[in-house]
């Protein structure tokens, strides 16, 4: 059997969104509602791909795997000594992100879990609760 990996593209008009290709849209679907336990919005991401095993026309008829990307603000470099310091810089950033059309949207923030506790920033834990901050299931992952 062959493979083949294909974008999932998207048709954009106003606030809707139609698959460019219906059939490969349907097969990424249906795959999705049993193979997660949540239901994915494709076309809430930038890029999709779909990888499939394809027919001798090289059409997509059985999937065997998604990835889809969207790029994200990642802030690796995180520090602060006064809490005063640190909401003036956190409002600034906020600011930042909401003119950059950021609003609603999920952002990184690197907080190191080692190290000494005199090493961690103060009311760390209280602005982690202040932001709602949650756990990312993320991997740090170096392109090759």
Not at 68 to 88: I, N, S
Request: glycine share 6%; charged share 25%.
């Amino acid at each position: 059997m062959k493979y083949r990996v294909f974008a999932l593209l998207f048709h954009r008009q106003g606030n809707a969104s139609f698959p460019a290709y219906p059939a490969l849209h349907r097969l990424v679907v249906k795959w999705a509602e049993k193979n997660f336990d949540y239901q994915v919005n494709f076309s809430d991401y930038q890029a999709s791909w779909v990888a499939c095993a394809v027919d001798e026309g090289g059409n997509p008829v059985e999937v065997k795997g998604v990835m889809c990307g969207q790029p994200r603000w990642d802030f690796p470099v995180v520090r602060y000594t006064d809490p005063e310091a640190a909401k003036m810089m956190f409002d600034r950033v906020e600011g930042f992100l909401h003119d950059a059309g950021n609003r609603g949207q999920e952002v990184f923030v690197h907080l190191s879990e080692g190290g000494s506790p005199e090493n961690l920033c103060p009311m760390r834990e209280e602005m982690l609760k202040e932001f709602k901050a949650e756990p990312a299931n993320r991997w740090s992952v170096i392109v090759r």
